[in-house]
Each structure stands twice: as C-alpha cells, then as structure tokens.
C-alpha cells in the first residue's frame, strides 16, 4: 500500500534528490479555500479533495497526484531528473504503477521522457495549463493567486459570450433544466447547504455554456468547473451563495428564454461583478 512518504532518514538518495522535499504536511497547512465538504486524504499525505483526473484511481491516481502537485508547486523544479526506481521505492509502489504515473504526467506537459536522457520536470511554458488537473494543482499552491486571477478573467472572456450565443438556441429541456437549477440553488442558500449549491451551480454554468451551440466553447467548460471548484479568491457571484446572486442566475435564464442574448450577457457580466472584489481583476467595459 502506498504511503504518504518516508522519512528523511529512510536513506534514498539518488540523482532525483527526492529525499530533500517535504511530502507531508500538518492539515491545513498552505492550503487555503479548501471547500469544508471535502476531506482530507491519508495517503497523499497533504490535505484536500483529489482532483477529477485523479479521483478513483487507486495507488496510479495517488501518484499522479502527488508528484504532480510537488511539479506545480515547485518542490521539483524544471530540469529535475525523477528516477523511477526511486519513486518506486520512496512511495512503495511498482514500477509498472510509477511508469503508468509519469506517461500521464508527460500527457499533462510536466515531464518528458527521452531516451539516454530518461524521464525530466518540465518547465511552466510546456505545461498545459487547461488541465483540469494542473489548474487545481496551481490554485492551492504557491501560484494560488495567479491561478484565480487567471481563472477569473478567463471566466470574463467565456461566459458573457456563451449567454449571448445560448439566448439564440431553442433547447427547451436545456433551459428547463437550468431553471431546475435555479430553484436547487435557491432551496440550499435557504438550507444553508454550500454543497449541494455549489453542485447545482457547477451544473448551471456547464449548461450555459453547452447551451451556447459551440464546440470550442464547449471545449472549454472544464475552466469554468475548475474555477468554480477551486474559487477562494478573486470572489465573484457564484463564490458566494446570496441572493444577489441567485437573482443574476434567475435572470439569464429569464433572458435565454425571451431570446435576448444581450440581456443574458448582460446579466452574466453582472453575475461576475456581485462583488466588488471583481472589479479589480476585470474592469467592466467601458462605454463609447
């Protein structure tokens, strides 16, 4: 059974030099934001939820987890040679499982494998920073900061298009279901229930977006879900259950269901501004 990792006198050295890097840490500590519901996991030895490319996956997911979140923030650095016997032996885990481990992290842009070169970090500008996975990585790292405020322009970019785009479809059982939303979310803000509201949110924005009739768009809701999961900072209108919010989302639909695509635009942008944290990381656009 892999373990969390081994203590510095376990003896392993080598040309990784993983024995110089910290795997365990107190709970709760550097991480910040981590949604209440989610609970520590044992093995990885570090505290939150393992992510959607991770989850389920047993010792290989763990792993994948693991060094991937040692990548991001830094405690292996770019050039940084992993020797899969040392991973092997430093987790306990086969080699069949540490070889399974890095081709995923390879597909990720972390690490490249060539041969008389062997297996090698890479540095920030390969990775692919769309990676559900690498996007959580970075949102509860080191570059937490830059990653929400990432995300949130990102956010400013796809979802007021994809309002207005959806306002020009007729799917009425997509819309119904984002009116079934709407309610669900107003049914958990009153019960107190984060979790269930933040789910039904997850689910609208995803709609909305699907709704849009384009594939490029669709393509990239995964940004929106990973922003919505790992939301802390910068704040906007779905970070917070309120009923500020919960009227914006109410209103989108209302406009999707008259064909208004720019009032659902508009309202979308109002969404992201409920709180005036917002504006610091996107000005509205101006008027001409």
Same mark, same amino acid.
């Given at each position: 059974?892999?373990?969390? =990792?081994?203590? &510095?006198? !376990?003896?392993?050295?080598?040309?990784?030099?993983?024995?110089?890097?910290?795997?365990?840490?107190?709970?709760?500590?550097?991480?910040?934001?981590?949604?209440?519901?989610? &609970?520590?996991?044992?093995?990885? @030895?570090?505290?939150?939820?393992?992510?959607?490319?991770?989850?389920?996956?047993?010792?290989?997911?763990?792993?994948?987890?693991?060094?991937?979140?040692?990548?991001? !923030?830094?405690?292996?650095?770019?050039?940084?040679?992993?020797?899969?016997?040392?991973?092997?032996?430093?987790?306990?885990?086969?080699?069949?499982?540490?070889?399974? !481990?890095?081709?995923?992290?390879?597909?990720? @842009?972390?690490?490249?494998?060539?041969?008389?070169?062997?297996?090698?970090?890479?540095?920030?500008?390969?990775?692919? %920073?769309?990676?559900?996975?690498?996007?959580?990585?970075?949102?509860?790292?080191?570059?937490?900061?830059?990653?929400?405020?990432? %995300?949130?322009?990102? $956010?400013?970019? /796809?979802?007021?298009? &994809?309002?207005?785009?959806?306002?020009?479809?007729?799917?009425?059982?997509?819309?119904?279901?984002?009116?079934?939303?709407?309610?669900?979310?107003?049914?958990?803000?009153?019960?107190?229930? &984060?979790?269930?509201? !933040?789910?039904?949110? =997850?689910?609208?924005?995803?709609?909305?977006?699907?709704?849009?009739?384009?594939?490029?768009?669709?393509?990239?809701?995964?940004?929106?879900?990973?922003?919505?999961?790992?939301?802390?900072?910068? /704040?906007?209108?779905?970070? $917070?259950?309120?009923?500020?919010?919960? =009227?914006?989302?109410?209103?989108?639909?209302?406009?999707? @269901?008259?064909?208004?695509?720019?009032?659902?635009?508009?309202?979308?942008?109002?969404?992201?501004?409920?709180?005036?944290?917002?504006?610091?990381?996107?000005?509205?656009?101006?008027?001409?």
């Amino acid at each position: 059974m892999m373990t969390a =990792a081994r203590s &510095a006198d !376990s003896g392993l050295v080598g040309p990784g030099g993983l024995d110089r890097y910290p795997y365990a840490e107190a709970p709760g500590a550097g991480r910040v934001g981590v949604p209440s519901w989610d &609970a520590a996991d044992p093995e990885l @030895g570090r505290v939150g939820r393992r992510t959607a490319g991770s989850r389920g996956r047993g010792l290989h997911g763990q792993l994948v987890q693991q060094l991937g979140q040692m990548i991001v !923030s830094g405690d292996l650095g770019a050039d940084r040679p992993l020797v899969p016997e040392e991973i092997g032996q430093r987790f306990e885990v086969s080699r069949t499982v540490v070889r399974e !481990s890095l081709r995923v992290l390879e597909a990720k @842009g972390l690490v490249s494998a060539r041969p008389n070169v062997g297996t090698r970090v890479r540095p920030v500008s390969d990775w692919n %920073l769309l990676d559900p996975d690498i996007i959580e990585w970075r949102a509860f790292g080191p570059q937490r900061d830059d990653q929400r405020r990432e %995300l949130s322009e990102l $956010r400013w970019t /796809i979802e007021p298009l &994809a309002a207005r785009l959806a306002a020009g479809h007729g799917r009425e059982e997509v819309q119904q279901r984002l009116v079934d939303m709407v309610e669900i979310m107003g049914h958990a803000m009153s019960q107190g229930d &984060a979790l269930t509201f !933040s789910r039904a949110d =997850a689910e609208y924005h995803s709609l909305l977006i699907q709704l849009a009739g384009n594939r490029m768009l669709e393509h990239l809701s995964g940004i929106v879900s990973a922003a919505l999961q790992v939301s802390g900072g910068p /704040i906007t209108g779905c970070d $917070r259950p309120t009923e500020a919010s919960l =009227a914006h989302h109410a209103r989108i639909v209302d406009a999707l @269901g008259a064909g208004d695509g720019a009032a659902a635009e508009a309202a979308m942008r109002q969404l992201l501004m409920v709180h005036p944290e917002v504006e610091r990381v996107v000005p509205a656009p101006r008027e001409h």
